[in-house]
């Protein structure tokens, strides 16, 4: 049992922001109206969107089913881009790029119009419908917004694949959402180094029978592309000719705007479907009643686009609200560890929305780096991916917030779409706890209970479930209801389960504190273990394999594996690090373990379970706890002396 009280600092329970207490009157009024007549009130949120035809029934409810604004009609460019050209904002910045040698473009409201257009035009030439999907493999540069958006423009449903991973997970994804069209780049650069994307891509294609035309944006133009004649082209050859302007396809509201692929405890990573009304109706309120945005707000989201804080709060959120979006290509401590402070300065940012591992990694860098910058034009920080330590809390409260930014730790999954338990500081300002990212929010019917679905009193740790729809939750699994049902709607009974554990506390904060399944969280990114073992007993070396989290100072957690051979061998290290080699390359470098321990057994149950949480305090040196279900103890033995140096 972890002890919540732990997490309290000296800001504790009476923390509060500003100078006088502000009782939580606001909110807690719109909270209960959300909750009492769900109907009438997201009605009434979802006129922050232009719709061209309204709904008929704001919620139909079949759980675990939910659809939102029924028969209403939109389109999310439209939303994202058109409606701002015609006002105030058509010449405001819509995305602000960097990358790491500090080259700069900017594009306005109507350039990025402009180029939504021709490459919605561009997809139509490539014989892409409305239905169809279109795979997105590009690193940090405006090209992938713009695709984004154009496949949003003609009802496309866009997946977007993380450029870091490899070109195994590349296939898998395209294969399972069988994608006619791959838009990707040549390379990319991170650490100042190129990375050649173009052969991660071209190994991948030799396993995905369903794309038809691939569109390279041609970044060295040093080299040329080797293109392959009536497959291949390049992004500013068919930009070209295309057409300027392309009629939004009006799509039904539960149209689905994209899949994006997640790991899940099997092998297999799980397609994740949201919709079109309903999420972008939740990710515009949810950004909104986070941090309160305004016009002259610069909104900086650190994370890739290849993940869903990506989708919702690099693209979707603030283009939709007209704001400001930075996008940045690269390490942000490269060259320098001040550069993220750098690029805060630079273009005067007013919202930084990071990780904990970063937070983490820059504290140990020290705060002459931040204090070297003029960071005054921020008023208000984030904080996303994993639950925020109290110490790095308080180190990005007073170094880099300089005590007048609060902080919204904002809890949410790939599968809710935006923050579902966040400090509401757009509605008012909260008293804020380190560590606990407050309450469930507007619209969200949030619990702690035992697997048996009880509630539990306060500061009892068990499941947090929710108990209602919302707009933003996920429309299913890409083609596969039986795995829905079961992932998240078969644990406890009528609620939603995400699979972490939580706290709420005497006050009704909710703290959570980590996965409740065999997913991992490294750096904020979600690694199933299963699909990592499956990886690791495809490499030659390898009979069985068993992955465990140890917990890291920077990452929060990294992988760690327990190794049977398949026959001896004779150089350890080279073995070892031939086996990382081979999960950096099939799965990506952020799976990579970090250790691998070579044995002859593994912990198991009589039922032949491996025993990971043995295993986990065996690499943490805890007391084992009861081991009566084991099936043979000298498995132990021996792993205790395979540790005994590490420990
Ligand atoms: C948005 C995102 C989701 C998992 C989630 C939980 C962890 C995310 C958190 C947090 C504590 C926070 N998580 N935000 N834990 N406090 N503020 O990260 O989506 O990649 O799907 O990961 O991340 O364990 O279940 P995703």
Known sequence: MINHDRLLTKFGVSMKFGDKYIPLEKFNKMREESLKNPEKFWGEQAKCLDWDKTWDKVLEWNPPYARWFVNGKLNASYNCVDRHIKGSRRNKAA?????ENGDCRTLTYY????????FANVLQNLGVDKGDRVAIYLPMIPEAVIAMLACARIGAIHTVVFSGFSSDALAERINDA?????????????????????????????????????????????NDIKLKEGRDYLWDELMKGAKKYVKPVSVESNHPLFILYTSGTTGKPKGVVHSTGGYLVYVTKTMEW???????????CTADIGWITGHSYVVYAPLSLGTTTVIYEGAIDYPNPGRIWEI????????LYTAPTAIRMLMKYGEEWVKSHDLSTLRMLGSVGEPINPKAWEW???VVGQKRCPIADCYWQTETGGHIIYPPLGIQNIPLKPGSATFPGIGIDADVVDENGNSL???????????????GMLLGLWKNDVRYRKAYWERIKNCYCPSDYAIKDEDGYFWILGRADEVLNVAGHRIGTAELEHVLVSHPLVAEAAVIGKPDEIKGEVPVAFVIPRKEIDDKKEAKEQIIKYVRDTLGPVAAPTMIFFVNKLPKTRS?????RVLKKLILGEDLGDLSTIEDNTSIEEIKNELSDFV
């Open 95 to 99: 995305i602000i790029w960097e990358n």
């Open 111 to 118: 350039e990025l119009y402009r180029e939504v257009n021709k």
């Open 178 to 222: 069988g994608a006619e069209v791959l838009i990707t780049a040549d390379i990319l650069y991170r650490r100042g180094k190129k990375i050649n994307l173009k052969n991660i891509v071209d190994k991948s294609l030799l396993d995905c029978p369903s794309i038809n035309y691939v569109v390279y944006v041609h970044r060295d133009k040093d």
């Open 290 to 300: 986070t941090w309160g945005i305004n016009d002259m707000d610069v909104f900086w």
């Open 344 to 351: 805060i300065e630079n273009h005067g940012v007013t919202i």
């Open 396 to 398: 990005y409260y007073e």
């Open 457 to 471: 009193p306060p500061n009892k740790k068990g499941l947090l479930v929710i108990k209602n729809p919302w707009p």
């Open 608 to 612: 032949g379970k491996i025993m990971r």
